[in-house]
């Protein structure tokens, strides 16, 4: 009976250590993410008690802002549609979303030096704020690119491929972040178009041919040589008892030539040549089939683990199972503007308020995709692409442009538009990826909207 009682009190004793334990790592460690949770019923009591701080772009313009006292804040968006997917909105009936959610802690002052002056202000019954916020996102390039999609279904992402700064994040159609619980019945009506979703980042599309500057990258990191050989396309390609087709046959063309052209045939062959696996290993070491690291939640962009035959095919012209974000094609780009690496995109520049930075970004790699010898390959092909290809609507007067333009077929309807470019070929500074959803060829749809994005971005 002794022995008995003993155990039990060694087992009750082990399990309230482990319940001490728990507790210490929730209070300790981990309280500050709990507390910070979109779920978390105390928020909404927060909100009445402390005026979120102000979120600025790139050149201090103000994205949002709250007015008011203790107990009725109002949070005002000035670009109103324009940015509104990517800021998001605050409402205690409907929550948050965007940059709003995603970074609450610090907007509300729970995190960092700023919570803790906040409890000081609290026992001296003074105001309570939270920390601004300052973002790469330039106000200009937003509220531009979202007029040029016209209402549109579609998306824009422009960045800096040297640092990994996003500059702007378009998404249309969208919505009044000033008028959200007055329009909210209306924006979940099916003839909305999805306004609340953010299309550059959540969107998925089958890439269309600007997937070829992938399968480009598997066929020169395996044979270099590739960029020297000639290829015939008669139009067609047969595998077993599939028939892949271009819109014509190029006839002799070199590699140059095929991503000119945007040639099927020749780029799914290659593809056939290069092999399954060193096609979907390429494809992953840009992002695919992993979550993004972002200051947001990107849609994970997908391609199967394995293909073969005509799957294969498919996949290197950007068609069959192959599913993209606009986000993450124009990381794909970012790397062969940037000699094969690809920079940790980020969104938010830093965080503070009164003088004090509580945190900044420091730009770093991600990832490095290619060789640099690779990407300049490529880059080439692109610009030859725009001076005389399928992307000759992208062209500024005095700069060079590389670009790759897409028609991606899908099933729901009329082919997506894609363009994908940066500029100056020779120093890269500004990279753009633009989709308009079921509306037809890339180069005379997407074409001119990167092109004006380039030209506004570059301060032409």
Same mark, same amino acid.
């Given at each position: /009976?002794?022995?008995?009682?003993?155990?039990?009190?060694?087992?009750?004793?082990?399990?309230?250590?482990?319940?001490?334990?728990?507790?210490?790592?929730?209070?300790?460690?981990?309280?500050?993410?709990?507390?910070?949770?979109?779920?978390?019923?105390?928020?909404?009591?927060?909100?009445?008690?402390?005026?979120?701080?102000?979120? @600025?772009?790139?050149?201090?313009?103000?994205?949002?802002?709250?007015?008011?006292?203790?107990?009725?804040?109002?949070?005002? @968006?000035?670009?109103?549609?324009?940015?509104?997917?990517?800021?998001? =909105?605050?409402?205690?009936?409907?929550?948050?979303?965007?940059?709003?959610?995603? =970074?609450?802690?610090?907007?509300?002052?729970?995190?960092?030096?700023?919570?803790? #002056?906040?409890?000081?202000?609290?026992?001296?019954?003074?105001?309570?704020?939270?920390?601004?916020?300052?973002?790469?996102?330039?106000? #200009?390039?937003?509220?531009?690119?979202?007029?040029?999609?016209?209402?549109?279904? +579609?998306?824009?992402?422009?960045?800096?491929?040297?640092?990994?700064?996003?500059?702007?994040?378009?998404?249309?159609?969208?919505?009044?972040?000033?008028?959200?619980?007055?329009?909210?019945?209306?924006?979940?009506?099916?003839?909305?178009?999805?306004?609340?979703? !953010?299309?550059?980042?959540?969107?998925? =599309?089958?890439?269309?041919?600007?997937?070829?500057?992938?399968?480009?990258?598997?066929?020169?990191?395996?044979?270099?040589?590739?960029?020297?050989?000639? @290829?015939?396309?008669? +139009?067609?390609?047969?595998?077993?008892?599939?028939?892949?087709?271009?819109?014509?046959?190029?006839?002799?063309?070199?590699?140059?030539?095929? /991503? /000119?052209?945007?040639?099927? $045939?020749?780029?799914?062959?290659?593809?056939?040549?290069? +092999?399954?696996?060193?096609?979907?290993?390429?494809?992953?070491? =840009?992002?695919?089939?992993?979550?993004?690291?972002?200051?947001?939640?990107?849609?994970?962009?997908?391609?199967?683990?394995?293909?073969?035959?005509?799957?294969?095919?498919?996949?290197?012209?950007?068609?069959?199972?192959?599913?993209?974000?606009?986000?993450? /094609?124009?990381?794909?780009?970012?790397?062969?503007? !940037?000699?094969?690496?690809?920079?940790?995109?980020?969104? %938010?520049?830093?965080?503070?308020?009164?003088?004090?930075?509580?945190?900044?970004?420091?730009?770093?790699?991600?990832?490095?995709?290619?060789?640099?010898? $690779?990407?300049?390959?490529?880059?080439?092909?692109? $610009?030859?692409?725009?001076?005389?290809?399928?992307?000759?609507?992208?062209?500024?007067?005095?700069?060079?442009?590389?670009?790759?333009?897409?028609?991606?077929?899908?099933?729901?309807?009329?082919?997506?538009?894609?363009?994908?470019?940066?500029?100056?070929?020779?120093?890269?500074?500004?990279?753009?990826? %633009?989709?308009?959803?079921?509306?037809?060829? +890339?180069?005379?749809?997407?074409?001119?909207?990167?092109?004006?994005?380039?030209?506004?971005?570059?301060?032409?």
């Amino acid at each position: /009976m002794t022995r008995q009682l003993r155990n039990l009190a060694l087992l009750s004793l082990g399990l309230f250590s482990l319940l001490i334990l728990w507790l210490t790592y929730l209070q300790a460690w981990n309280s500050e993410k709990l507390s910070c949770h979109p779920l978390n019923p105390r928020l909404s009591l927060i909100e009445e008690r402390v005026k979120r701080g102000a979120i @600025y772009d790139c050149k201090g313009n103000v994205l949002a802002q709250s007015s008011g006292r203790a107990g009725a804040y109002q949070r005002h @968006y000035p670009l109103g549609e324009a940015a509104a997917p990517v800021i998001g =909105y605050v409402s205690t009936r409907y929550g948050t979303s965007g940059v709003e959610a995603c =970074y609450s802690g610090e907007l509300l002052g729970l995190k960092g030096f700023r919570s803790i #002056r906040n409890q000081v202000y609290r026992l001296l019954g003074r105001p309570l704020e939270g920390d601004h916020l300052t973002l790469t996102l330039d106000a #200009r390039l937003q509220e531009v690119g979202y007029s040029l999609l016209g209402g549109r279904r +579609g998306a824009i992402v422009v960045l800096d491929p040297r640092t990994g700064a996003v500059l702007a994040l378009v998404s249309s159609p969208s919505f009044d972040p000033n008028r959200l619980e007055e329009k909210w019945e209306e924006l979940n009506q099916p003839q909305a178009q999805s306004p609340l979703l !953010n299309r550059a980042l959540q969107g998925l =599309y089958p890439p269309g041919s600007t997937m070829k500057l992938v399968t480009a990258t598997a066929v020169l990191q395996k044979d270099p040589g590739a960029a020297q050989r000639t @290829y015939h396309c008669p +139009g067609y390609l047969k595998i077993g008892g599939w028939k892949l087709t271009c819109p014509y046959a190029h006839g002799r063309v070199d590699f140059q030539e095929a /991503m /000119m052209y945007s040639c099927n $045939v020749t780029f799914a062959s290659l593809a056939l040549e290069v +092999g399954g696996k060193a096609f979907v290993e390429t494809a992953c070491s =840009y992002g695919f089939n992993e979550n993004l690291p972002f200051d947001l939640p990107v849609k994970v962009s997908k391609i199967p683990a394995s293909l073969e035959g005509g799957l294969l095919a498919q996949a290197a012209i950007g068609q069959g199972e192959v599913l993209a974000s606009p986000f993450q /094609m124009a990381l794909v780009t970012a790397a062969i503007a !940037n000699k094969g690496v690809i920079m940790r995109p980020y969104l %938010v520049e830093r965080v503070g308020s009164g003088g004090l930075v509580e945190n900044s970004f420091i730009p770093r790699p991600w990832k490095a995709v290619c060789s640099a010898q $690779v990407a300049d390959t490529i880059k080439e092909a692109m $610009v030859a692409t725009a001076r005389a290809g399928t992307a000759t609507g992208v062209n500024l007067p005095g700069v060079e442009v590389a670009a790759k333009t897409g028609t991606a077929q899908n099933p729901q309807g009329d082919p997506h538009a894609w363009m994908v470019a940066f500029a100056p070929a020779d120093n890269p500074r500004v990279v753009v990826a %633009v989709i308009v959803e079921n509306a037809g060829s +890339g180069g005379v749809v997407a074409a001119p909207i990167a092109r004006k994005m380039l030209e506004l971005a570059l301060g032409r």
